[in-house]
């Protein structure tokens, strides 16, 4: 029987998992799942194999203490990763069963740290990246973007208007620009630091993210969606939102644009996120890249509308099985995540929800919070004061239903 190794930092893998094996969509195999459980407990009953929990992923005396466990029910087929923060964590328990130094580094911080990345790729125009000397001496580069080199979610982004206020957000937040390269030891990289930033050109333009999976090197499938308002605004408080291309023209032009970015990179098999500007002379300018499922509801939003599970499809295609897609259903969707970040104080008891109106008729999934329940203020796409999914037969019925929601749902609370 093969065996599978799966690393993950999604709570809710296993399930998942479980699902898809008990659904004979993933192999008879003999699993074993790592899952981080940072500040919660371990999980006591598990639909794989073996399961072992971790508790601080940057930790590398716990990785390697978890890379031998894994060690006893291996020697592994396959060792899949399923989501941002445990790409670098499956290289590391990799490299460890391998017994190498850093083998896989090079090659894999180009999907994490973002300065990497953009150095990387040559095909497409990045945005400029700026040394705290070139802004000193430069102040028509201003506005620039200041954000983490290897964070997820939009955290930690700042938006600098000239040099006194980047020195006033770089000193206030102890913030530091470093240097890696191919040669940088997997070992010592400290996943998530937010205090590690690169500084970038600002883009002013609308966002794109197109999302699709790799399998034997060849994209098998690609659909690109446009933000409503951005991952920063969102940050900051504003609805996000995400809304179908149904240009059949334009969903070429960004699949020639995620082929380029391919030829730069090498994506592994499995799942890819891209976020992009677009500007209004129609020039595509790449944003960040993730070789993961894209986060908030697009894998749920895109199982529904395009018969694709991104979640499953990244799964098999680290194992070499070629996903099986259902029917495509619509082109005319969307969807809708309302920030913690707009709530008022750092705990929120909810006394009253505005609920939408029956007359929103493209809307087909919503998700809010009960009168009593409390809410953290925070900006995690996971973990939200309302979800909405949209379909419909006309694209301009399904966002005027979505900016009806951004601009009424409301809820009212208390601070705890």
């Not at 894999?108 to 497409?124: A, N, P, T, V």
């Not at 690609?222 to 995400?242: D, I, P, T």
């Amino acid at each position: 029987m093969k065996k599978i190794l799966i690393v993950s930092t999604n709570e809710e893998i296993d399930e998942k998992i479980g699902s898809y094996i008990n659904s004979e969509q993933m192999p008879n195999a003999e699993y074993t799942l790592v899952q981080e459980r940072y500040g919660t407990m371990p999980l006591i009953k598990t639909y794989v194999d073996h399961y072992i929990p971790i508790y601080d992923i940057g930790d590398i005396d716990e990785v390697r203490n978890v890379a031998e466990q894994c060690r006893k029910w291996g020697p592994y087929d396959w060792i899949v990763q399923t989501d941002e923060y445990s790409v670098i964590l499956k290289e590391k328990i990799y490299t460890i069963l391998q017994e190498k130094n850093n083998t896989f580094t090079g090659e894999i911080l180009r999907f994490r740290d973002k300065q990497i990345m953009k150095e990387k790729i040559k095909s497409i125009r990045v945005p400029q990246i700026y040394s705290m000397n070139q802004l000193a001496k430069d102040d028509s580069k201003f506005p620039v973007i200041v954000k983490p080199r290897s964070f997820a979610a939009s955290e930690g982004i700042y938006f600098a208007k000239n040099y006194k206020e980047l020195q006033s957000i770089m000193n206030d937040n102890g913030l530091q620009v470093n240097t890696y390269d191919d040669n940088f030891d997997c070992m010592k990289y400290e996943e998530a630091e937010k205090q590690d930033v690169e500084i970038e050109e600002y883009i002013d333009g609308k966002t794109y993210h197109i999302d699709g999976y790799i399998f034997n090197g060849m994209i098998e499938f690609c659909e690109a969606s446009q933000y409503l308002n951005s991952c920063l605004e969102f940050a900051h408080g504003k609805a996000l939102g995400s809304l179908h291309v149904n240009d059949k023209h334009e969903q070429i032009l960004w699949k020639q644009f995620v082929e380029k970015l391919h030829k730069d990179l090498h994506f592994p098999d499995g799942a890819f996120h891209v976020e992009a500007f677009k500007l209004e002379n129609g020039e595509r300018i790449f944003l960040e890249l993730a070789i993961r499922p894209g986060g908030g509801l697009i894998v749920e939003m895109t199982e529904v509308a395009q018969g694709v599970d991104l979640l499953l499809a990244h799964i098999l295609c680290q194992i070499g099985e070629k996903p099986k897609r259902a029917s495509r259903r619509t082109d005319e969707y969307g969807f809708l995540l309302m920030s913690n970040m707009s709530l008022p104080y750092a705990n929120n008891k909810v006394k009253n929800v505005n609920k939408p109106k029956a007359s929103v008729k493209t809307l087909i999934k919503a998700d809010f919070p009960y009168d009593g329940d409390v809410i953290k203020k925070h900006h995690e796409y996971r973990d939200v004061y309302g979800e909405f999914m949209f379909m419909g037969e006309k694209r301009n019925q399904v966002k005027e239903d979505m900016l009806y929601i951004m601009d009424n749902y409301k809820i009212d609370v208390t601070e705890v």
